[in-house]
Structure formats: C-alpha cells, structure tokens
C-alpha cells in the first residue's frame, strides 16, 4: 500500500506544510499544500486515478512527469488534467475520469504538462526575444546557460518543471566522478550548486514554462502555469530536453502499481510518498539498481530485480548494495504478468533460456504491490523533430537523435543540442556537453575572447574523452585484499572492479593508502601498511564499496567499518547479525563504534565487532 514518507536516511524528516482538504469524488481527503494531486492521492492509498474509455480498466501513475496522461482527472470541472504534475488546492474537486472527457467550450488544445490551458489569439501573438534560449534546466541546460552567460550573451532558461535540476532533483544518491564533476555529491545538490551559478550570473530563468512548439526561426512556443502563452525568438537556441523512461507490455502492464522507475523516483524523493511497499524491479541497469537501493532507503521491500541479460547491465558497485541488503537480483530472468484487478497485487516472473525463450515451468509468483520498469530512456526530440533537424540512428546514444559537430550545433546551425537529447549517457557527460553548447553558442553571437572560448570546449571535450574512456574493459578482476590480521593496524577492503570513472576514495585518504591516478577510470590501487584506519574513505566512497577491518578489541576479534545510510542508525552496544554480501545471516556481530553523518545527506559509518575468521565475509548489519 502506498504511503507518506515522514523519515528518511538522506531526505529527513518529511518538512512541516500546511494542510489543506481536496475532495476525491466527493470525499474529503488531507493533501500537503503544493504536492501534486496524484501524490496527494497515493498517500490517501488511493490507487485508481482514471478509468480507460472501452474497457473501464483502471490506470494510476506511470510516468509522474506529466508525460503519458495515465493520471488525467477531471479537477474542478475540467477534464484531462494530468494530476501528476498539478498542485492541490483548498477545496479542490477530484473526479475520476472515465474515457477521454472532453474540452470546455472555447479552449483549443490540451492542458498543457503542469495543468494550464494554451490559449489561442492575441495573448498566444505576444513575442519575446533571448540571444540564446535553453530549453531544458537539467544539468546539460544549466551548464549551457552558465557558459553562454559567462561569455557575457543574454541568456534565458526555460523548463516545465518549477524546480530547476532535470533528473538531478530527485538523485538522492552520491554520483561518481572526480572533482571536476561533483564527485561525491548528491544528484539534488549538484542541481542546486548550478541554479545558484545561474542566478549569479544573471540568467533569466522561466519556471515552469513548457515549450510546447519550436518553428524556423527559431521561434518557440511557450506556456506559463498561469496560461499564459508567448512566442520567444531566439538567436541561438540550445535544445536539452532530456530523455524519457521506456515501457515495455505484458499482461496486466497497464494496472495501477505499474510504473516507471524514474516515476517512483520523483514520488519517492521529491514527494515523499513510497509507491509501494513490496517491490518487482524490472531492470537491472543503473537507474534498476538505483531505483532499488533507493526504495529500499524510504522503507519497501524487493522482492527481486528481474534482468533479461544474462549479466547485470548497472555497475557492480551498485548491484553489490541491493545485494547486501538480501534483495535477489536474479539475470536472464523477466516479468511475464501483472497481477491484479484494480491494482497490483502480484506478479509472475520466469526464466530465460540462451535464446531468450521462457523456459517452461520455470514461472513462479511472487507478492508485489509495485512493479517498476527500468528498461531504458529515450531521447525526448519532439522539439529538434519540430525543427526538422537532420537526426541520426545510433543505438549507442539511445536510437535516434539529432546530428550534431563537436560544439554541439545541429543541422540548423543556429540551434545546439546538448546532454540526453544528443546521446543518453551520465549527468557529468551532460554538464560537459552544455559547457561546449553554451561557449558555442555565445561564441557564434560574438561573444567571449576566441581563446577563452576554445579553451573552454577542448577542456570540456577532453574531460568527455576521460569519462567516455574504456570504463567497463579493464585488466579483469584484481586480487581481493583480504583482512589477514597480525600486526596490521588496519586493512581497506576496496571491493570496487570496474573502471568507474571516480575518485574520491583517493582524494579522502590522507595517507596515500588507496591511489587512482591521473587516470579516474583505473582500478583504485591500495597499500594496506600505509593505514591509519582513519575511515574517511568509508563515507567518502560514493559506491559504498570500502570497508575497513582490523584486529579487535577482544582476542579473537575483528571489527569491519562498513557505510550505512538506512534508518534506524544503530547504537554502540546494539548486537545482530553480520550478514555477508549477499545479505545472509553470517555470526552474531556488535556495534562497537558508529560515526554519524557530520552534515545532512552525509554518508554514516558502523564499526561492528564480529570473530575474526568471518572478517573476510561479514558486510552487512541486521539488528
Ligand atoms: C535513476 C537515475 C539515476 C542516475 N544516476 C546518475 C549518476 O549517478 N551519475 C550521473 O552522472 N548520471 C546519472 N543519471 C543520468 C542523469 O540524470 C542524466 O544523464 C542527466 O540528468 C541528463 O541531463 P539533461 O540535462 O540532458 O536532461 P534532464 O536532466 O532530463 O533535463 C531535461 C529537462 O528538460 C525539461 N524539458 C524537456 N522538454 C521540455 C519542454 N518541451 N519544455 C520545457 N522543459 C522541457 C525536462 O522536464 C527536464 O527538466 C541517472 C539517471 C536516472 C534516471
Ligand atoms: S582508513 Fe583512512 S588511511 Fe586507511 S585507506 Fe581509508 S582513508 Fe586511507
Ligand atoms: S572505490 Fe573509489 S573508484 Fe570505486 S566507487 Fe569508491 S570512490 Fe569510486
Ligand atoms: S502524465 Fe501523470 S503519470 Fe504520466
């Protein structure tokens, strides 16, 4: 059953709001003043937000951006309001809609993403300018916007959201990455960091405004919450719309309690609603694996991740995580159905066979009351296609996306494209991208000194070339240092074995014990007799894949630091299990120490006492 998230290892404590009462076919229910309409709902427990035209099949929230209209209400009369994306209000009449409703007299077009109504005539004619317009305040937009606005252009930002951040707003977790790219920090911060850049530097940021057209010129259409609309012509135009989570069908996939990873991502971390309390992820890339971690952290279960591939297609590090805290992540293994009447109460998964076929008799249920899709992003070009930009076919970038040089500039050569519209990747490849777009566009208008401007791209272009380097090939997998005891005063325990792009377990020890070098995408190397055991490295490992062991304090004894960013954080004196990195129960083990986080959202660190000779297995806590 959906409920309220009120405390959180990373977020916190749910904020203080002001109550405020909506009524959802006629019953009054409480909602927190702002939230949107479809999470207001989810916290009520309340599943079933529309009912299909033909069938009367009920649809809930799959998207929770504003992008498939699954969530469409009638709200105080009106029709088709995507109430995932806008706000409740005091008295706010909710209806659940039957079918496709219909427009009042009068509006020529759908509400827009967050609720307004386009309007037509003179109001739509009103026209503004920018030197160079963004569209887009992701973290490719916001870097475009900072670099066209240092180069001294005017700039002007725009996004449909009202929070800045793309994606990056609801990242909870610590991205990898070394120190030009916010390595260690929180997805959410990142965002931050960049809007108060912006705001420095005097970018004029629209939000929430949908662009909802874009015409030679370049002119694009816009719309404002308040249902205003206007034209903006732009002299240059850097597009960095982002991409879109796919679907995939089988039985039962339309039911409420099926839905996008991303989409209980937002619930979760922007909303602070959990979609579910028993989960079936269905993917196991990066965002499967995130997604899972971050469910697991606002307090559902999962029941399994479910991978087609006959390997994990995320990082390691990652599937080592879910792994510990006992979540099965079974490979060559799908969804074969949705169970349920009016919303998800089940699932049935089955086995693959070499050729992809299910293997018979391998089906089984499993009890779930969320089913979440991690099966890839799309590119969202519906404005380059507007454009009628030349595109371009490359599965390695996420299918088909605009042509474009190495500044960035697409057929047009007054428009750019930057971040997850050009290829999808990572958010530090997208901040790299806007930086070539921005200096690229304000460049083409005059602006900027040329040496500047080029020194500019090619730092930005050659950090790419780091982060795009060989990261999954590598020299195999190095020996494990193993805890041996005797004199060591401490041993780092680096289970890391993919070159990941990331650094900070080098840039945390102060003693030169765990190194990386100039290259982020080598294998940490570590030197154990150079280990005070200050455990700086446990907390600052963004992958949450350093443990620290040493001898003690009883003979016999060893104790293991391992990070820790779940509720409850345990007390010194508190006994359990140690469990080992599968999450199964190993020996009794001891809270001997704990470090909690010096700063919101950081990363804690629990020192457990557990016999020596489990040292090498024990990395997990069960209280
Ligand atoms: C679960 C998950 C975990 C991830 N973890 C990491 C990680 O650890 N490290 C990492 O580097 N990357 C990570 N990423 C990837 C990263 O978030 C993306 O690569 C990055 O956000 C792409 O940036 P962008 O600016 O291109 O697009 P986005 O961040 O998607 O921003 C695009 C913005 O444009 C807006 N927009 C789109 N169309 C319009 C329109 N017509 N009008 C107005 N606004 C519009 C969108 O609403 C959005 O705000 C993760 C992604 C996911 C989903
Ligand atoms: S415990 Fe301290 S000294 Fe040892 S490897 Fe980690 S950061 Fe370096
Ligand atoms: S061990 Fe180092 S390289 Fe690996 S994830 Fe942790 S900080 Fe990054
Ligand atoms: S549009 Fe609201 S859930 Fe997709």
Redesign the pocket.
Same mark, same amino acid.
């Given at each position: 059953m959906p409920r309220r998230i009120t405390s959180h290892p990373v977020l916190g404590k749910l904020p203080q709001a002001e109550l405020v009462t909506i009524y959802l076919d006629g019953e009054p229910l409480a909602a927190r003043e702002g939230e949107p309409i479809a999470a207001a709902l989810l916290a009520a427990g309340r599943r079933v937000l529309r009912r299909s035209e033909k069938l009367n099949e009920p649809r809930g929230v799959f998207c929770a951006?504003g992008r498939c209209t699954d969530c469409a209400m009638t709200v105080d009369g009106r029709p088709n309001v995507r109430t995932c994306v806008t706000p409740v209000r005091d008295g706010m009449r909710i209806e659940t809609q039957r079918g496709l409703g219909s427009f009042p007299a009068g509006v020529a077009s759908a509400a827009s993403p967050m609720g307004a109504v386009v309007p037509t005539g003179e109001a739509a004619r009103a026209t503004q300018r920018a030197e160079v317009a963004v *569209? &887009? @305040? &992701? +973290?490719? #937009?916001?870097c475009a916007a900072i670099e066209a606005a240092k180069a001294g252009a005017q700039v002007m930002l725009?996004?449909?959201?009202d929070r +800045? &951040?793309?994606? !990056?707003v609801?990242?909870i /977790?610590r %991205? %990898? &990455?070394t120190s030009d /790219?916010h390595a260690g920090v929180r $997805?959410y911060e990142i965002g931050q960091r960049l809007l108060d850049e912006v705001r420095v530097l005097g970018v004029d940021v629209r939000l929430p405004?949908? *662009?909802?057209g874009a015409f030679p010129g370049p002119v694009l259409g816009c719309a404002t919450a308040e249902g205003e609309s206007h034209a903006l012509t732009a002299e240059r135009l850097i597009l960095?719309? #982002?991409?879109s989570e796919l679907a995939v069908a089988f039985p039962g996939w339309t039911l409420p309690g099926v839905m996008g @990873?991303?989409a209980a991502?937002t619930l979760m971390n922007l909303h602070r609603v959990l979609p579910g309390e028993r989960v079936l992820m269905v993917g196991s890339g990066? *965002?499967g694996l995130?997604?899972a971690f971050q469910l697991l952290q606002a307090g559902a279960r999962i029941a399994a991740v479910v991978e087609v591939a006959p390997q994990v297609g995320g990082w390691e590090v990652h599937a080592d995580r879910v792994r510990r805290a006992g979540v099965p992540i079974l490979t060559q293994h799908t969804v074969i159905e949705a169970l349920g009447k009016d919303h998800v109460t089940g699932a049935v998964i089955g086995q693959l066979d070499e050729g992809g076929e299910l293997r018979p008799g391998s089906e089984r249920r499993l009890r779930a009351d969320l089913i979440c899709l991690a099966v890839g !992003?799309r590119p969202?070009t519906? !404005?380059a296609g507007m454009l009628d930009l030349e595109m371009t076919h490359d599965p390695r970038r996420g299918g088909r996306v605009p042509a474009r040089d190495e500044r960035m500039r697409s057929s047009d050569e007054r428009v750019y494209v @930057? $971040?997850? !519209?050009g290829a999808?990747?990572?958010?530090?490849? @997208?901040m790299e991208e806007?930086r070539i777009a921005g200096r690229a566009a304000a460049a083409a208008l005059g602006y900027g000194e040329d040496g500047e401007t080029e020194r500019v791209i090619e730092e930005a272009g050659r950090r790419i070339e780091v982060l795009q380097g060989d990261v999954r090939g590598g020299e195999g997998r190095p020996r494990r240092i193993m805890f041996t005891g005797g004199a060591a005063r401490a041993t780092p325990v680096v289970e890391c074995y993919q070159r990941i792009p990331c650094d900070p377990c080098e840039a945390a020890c102060p003693t030169g014990a765990i190194r990386v070098g100039p290259d982020p995408t080598a294998l940490p190397t570590v030197e154990p007799a150079r280990c005070t055991g200050c455990l700086r490295c446990v907390w600052a490992c963004p992958g949450m894949a350093i443990f620290v062991v040493r001898p003690g304090p009883e003979p016999g004894e060893a104790t293991i630091a391992i990070p820790w960013e779940w509720l409850p954080l345990p007390k010194a004196g508190t006994m359990g299990r140690g469990c080992d990195r599968a999450g199964r129960s190993v020996c009794k083990a001891r809270v001997v120490r704990v470090l909690p986080p010096r700063e919101a959202g950081q990363t804690a660190v629990v020192e457990l006492a557990v016999n020596a000779r489990h040292a090498n297995r024990v990395r997990g806590f069960m209280m």
């Open positions: 951006i *569209v &887009g @305040a &992701g +973290p490719a #937009g916001l725009l996004d449909e959201n +800045p &951040g793309g994606q !990056l609801k990242q /977790h %991205f %990898f &990455g /790219h $997805g405004t949908v *662009v909802w960095a719309t #982002g991409a @990873a991303g991502q990066n *965002v995130i997604v !992003l969202q519906q !404005l @930057a $971040g997850d !519209l999808i990747s990572e958010a530090s490849i @997208a806007g």
